[in-house]
């Protein structure tokens, strides 16, 4: 049960980051609010980096900016090294 939290814990918080790049994005380009940097970074530390980078690459939103990449890596890193955790102590 507790392996299934975590599957769609990740799920849902890289669908979240991914979509709200792309809002972001879409927020940017209308010149309207937008999406706090700490939200991105925030979600993307705490298990979103990959569709944090996802939404960057597809986007092309925030690259210019190491702290995104360096954050969404972290992240990724994390999300990779939880699934694997899950994965290898069946």
Not at 16 to 45: C, H, I, S
Not at 75 to 82: H, Q
Request: hydrophobic share 55%; no cysteine; net charge positive.
């Amino acid at each position: 049960m507790f392996k299934n939290l975590v599957f769609i814990y990740l799920i849902i918080i890289n669908l979240t980051v991914f979509f709200m790049m792309y809002y972001d994005k879409k927020q940017a380009r209308k010149r309207k609010w937008r999406v706090p940097e700490f939200n991105l970074l925030f979600l993307g530390l705490i298990g979103g980096g990959i569709g944090g980078l996802l939404g960057q690459q597809l986007f092309h939103h925030k690259t210019k900016k190491l702290r995104f990449y360096l954050i969404f890596g972290i992240g990724a890193i994390f999300a990779i090294a939880v699934t694997y955790f899950i994965i290898v102590n069946k």
